[in-house]
């Protein structure tokens, strides 16, 4: 995956990528649809609403039926997607629930694409203000969208924020630094763990009843006297 190339000038319109069997998905869909989308065609009246991503029957049937009117674009299953990712000026991730690491964003990021995203789908991947616009609300999420189609500055400082924490933290390299880290570690702390549990379980101790037996310390030192009843036994016939 490499980083598409059209400028700032040549793109348009927004992109939505995800699987829509998934309910966070379905939800992010339909409120974007019913409560941003009309918010942002106010001020771009020509921008689109793309959506890539099947099954398309769980987008709801009030939106595919109106799609052109609602300014969507469904597009269902797409085999290659980087030309969609070289013409839109930016991906939406307008999750609301859900959890880990957004595949949406990551690719988005990957390729180039400033994201628009909640304070949810931005959670947990190493992302702030810098590398994604954040909107927390229906009107601050159009307004980041309105933007990002007027104010180039701001939209290449997202660009280049989003390659920067992709190279930082899930390229290749970032990845098998990660490894080779655990394993520096891996290879210090094993030998002494080790050495520690030996010493543990093997240095003899040293009983404070006189004249007993000296029992490695994992030993269960009750297993190796005779039952009581046994023992009153012996003691009653002088053994």
């Keep these: 995956m490499s980083l598409t190339t059209a400028p700032f000038e040549e793109r348009k319109d927004v992109l939505f990528i995800g699987n829509m069997n998934h309910l966070p998905n379905q939800d992010a869909v339909s409120w974007y649809v019913t409560r941003i ?37 469904i597009l269902g299953y797409v085999k290659d997607v980087r030309p969609l990712f070289n013409s839109v000026l930016a991906t939406v991730a ?22 628009v995203s909640t304070a949810v789908g931005a959670e947990g991947m190493h992302l702030t203000g810098l590398e994604v616009g954040i ?3 229906e009107r601050e999420f159009a307004r980041v969208i309105t933007s990002l189609h007027q104010n180039k500055t701001y939209w290449e400082m997202l660009r280049t924020g989003g390659q920067r924490v992709i190279k930082e933290k899930y390229s290749k390299e970032a ?7 655990i394993l520096r570690k891996a290879e210090h702390a094993v030998p002494c763990q080790l050495e520690r549990t030996m010493k543990r379980r093997f240095t003899p101790t040293t009983s404070e009843e006189p004249g007993t037996q000296e029992y490695p310390s994992f030993v269960d030192r009750s297993r190796t006297r005779p039952p009581r009843s046994r023992r009153r036994t012996e003691v009653s016939r002088g053994w």
């Design 37 to 73: 989308h009309h918010l942002v065609r106010e001020k771009q009246h020509n921008c689109l609403l793309h959506i890539v991503g099947t099954p398309v029957h769980y987008i709801p049937e009030w939106i595919r039926e109106n799609a052109k009117n609602l300014g969507v674009n």
């Design 94 to 115: 307008p999750l609301r629930f859900g959890a880990g690491v957004k595949g949406k964003i990551g690719q988005s990021l990957a390729y180039g694409v400033p994201v």
């Design 135 to 137: 909107g927390r609300d």
């Design 175 to 181: 990845a098998m630094q990660g490894i080779q880290k």
